[in-house]
């Protein structure tokens, strides 16, 4: 065997060993990778993603997409090897694992928690389209989830209205969040419910959290409203979290007025949304864009606070365009339907 021959054969087993040494390595980190779009005015299960009662619906035209990421599942370790194919593939990200799944956190506890954001952002969705159509819409403060062997277990029940603590009406979860946490572990707190058109008035007494000590009694308080219409949002349930909001209110709300706002176009796009209708911003935006541009996209909405993350997405020759609320969003398609693009903002601007 010659020199050369030897130092050949000795780099390639070299190689070999680092290859198997990276694919070893275990990094805290999860990749970020384009996901699935689904049409938010077309169908799912074979009933539309959209479904409404109680109010005349109309036809529409076009696709509006939500975009989702693929994430590494929190059960799932990432090597060196993998983690360098996606650090050089310019639509994936390789992102700090804590960033995303706190330490502790089970796949299972994952899927709940992007379960439950989702559904918030459903209802969020639901109130921000209805209140832009007009109907007014109250919301109260109610009882989600009560948990096991703590004081409020038989005494509270999810969908109980919280109407006072303590004598004090509140009006958010905060406030009841606050007015028990004021109290010491073990002291009585005092609530006005109602329940089944009822009005209760039942007196728990505080437990301490393990965590911290604090008070508690032991239920979540959350946002409910009751809205004069019914409407169903069904979708892919492997899809969670609370980014697709802003797009289900525009779903929504071209279901809920005549003619088509998109006009036949393919118009995709982003973003958290809260009941006043204000878009917030999401992550994994970079790969959002790359996948409704290989979709066929031809508009894309990303939330403002998003715009600097947008420089360098693969987005082609579709538009990017920075949106604060569902007014904005609305008005930006009809812009693009009827050709006005000229005046239209763009990310990163």
């Known amino acids: 065997m010659t020199r050369r021959s030897a130092t050949l054969a000795v780099a390639g087993v070299l ?29 799912w299960d074979g009933h539309p993603v959209v479904q409404v009662e109680g109010a005349e619906t109309y036809e529409t035209e076009g696709r509006l997409d939500l975009t989702t990421v693929g994430v590494t599942s929190a059960d799932a370790e990432l090597d060196l090897l993998t983690a360098l194919r996606a650090w050089v593939d310019p639509d994936r990200a390789v992102v700090p694992r804590e960033l995303v799944y706190p330490e502790g956190t089970t796949a299972e506890q994952s899927q709940q928690q992007n379960a439950a954001m989702l559904a918030d952002s459903q209802q969020n969705a639901k109130v921000a389209a209805l209140r832009k159509l007009g109907y007014e819409i109250e919301g109260t403060v109610v009882v989600d989830a009560v948990l096991a062997d703590t004081p409020a277990d038989g005494t509270l029940e999810p969908g109980d209205v919280v109407v006072s603590v303590d004598g004090t009406d509140v009006h958010t979860p905060q406030d009841v969040v606050d007015a028990v946490t004021a109290h010491e572990a073990g002291e009585t707190v005092d609530f006005v419910l109602q329940r089944d058109g009822q009005e209760l008035k039942e007196s728990v007494q505080t437990m301490a959290a393990e965590d911290d000590g604090r008070a508690l009694v032991g239920f979540t308080p959350v946002m409910g409203y009751d809205l004069p219409i019914e409407i169903e949002i069904g979708i892919d349930d492997r899809i969670g979290g609370p980014s697709a909001g802003m797009i289900f209110a525009v779903a929504i709300y071209d279901t809920l007025t005549p003619g088509a706002l998109l006009e036949g176009n393919h118009v995709a796009g982003t973003g958290e949304i809260t009941v006043d209708g204000e878009v917030n911003p999401i992550g994994g935006i970079q790969q959002k864009i790359a996948a409704a541009s290989a979709d066929g996209a031809r508009l894309f909405l990303a939330p403002r606070d998003n715009c600097d993350e947008v420089a360098g997405a693969n987005n ?30 763009s990310c990163p601007s």
């Not at 070999?16 to 077309?42: F, R």
């Not at 990017?320 to 009827?338: G, H, K, M, R, Y």
């Open 15 to 43: 190689i070999v060993a680092l290859v198997a040494v990276a694919s070893l390595v275990n990094l805290p980190y999860v990749i970020y990778s384009p996901g699935p779009v689904e049409d938010t005015l077309g169908e």
């Open 316 to 345: 082609g020759d579709m538009q990017v365009v920075p949106i604060e609320t569902l007014d904005q969003a609305i008005t930006t398609i009809e812009a693009f339907s009827a050709g006005d693009t000229d005046d239209l903002a």
